[in-house]
């Protein structure tokens, strides 16, 4: 191995470091508790070396954005796969979405609530977030309907999956329900 291949593999470790770190603090104290510092601390490296990966927290939260993403993605495709039948595949994307909402708050929040400097619907849209929504209208295209088009379909229905992830978890919506809300969402916007 060359020395440039070395330092450039320490650089990933590095990096998957301080963005494990960062979604670690954020999991346990919240986003505000990430900050450089503490981060630096965490990790044992100085901020200048923070700063050679990332210009900031925004980007770190980018970073975690796109690494839930893809984590998302690949659970949403393993519940699907898993189900018998359109009805049963956005019944469990429904229930996927919202277990990952659930039990990754602040991965979530990443990746739809805080800014990471992140192209959402744009020919810049990176590729982890492409992905998770395909992931999203692989299940939702096929139940769209006729004459709908599906990825305005997959849109309406994931704005409702938010909708219910955001409004559980800021206790607005009774968490006991969830079961109930995702059967009516499968029956009444998907009609399957």
Known sequence: MSVQERKERERAVRERLIVATARQLAEQQGWDAVT?????????YSQPVLYSHFRGKREIIGAVALEGAAEMAAMLRAATRAADGPRARVAALARAYLDFAECNPAVYDAMFQLDGGLAFADEDTPEPLQDAFAALLESLGEVAGDGVHPGL??????????????????????????????????DRLAMV
């Open 153 to 186: 379909f997959t849109e309406v229905f994931w704005a409702a999956l938010h909708g219910l992830a955001t409004l559980t978890r800021a206790g607005r919506l009774p968490p006991e329900d969830t079961e109930s809300r995702v059967e009516l969402l499968v």
């Open 36 to 44: 450089t510092r503490r981060l630096a601390e965490r990790i044992e």
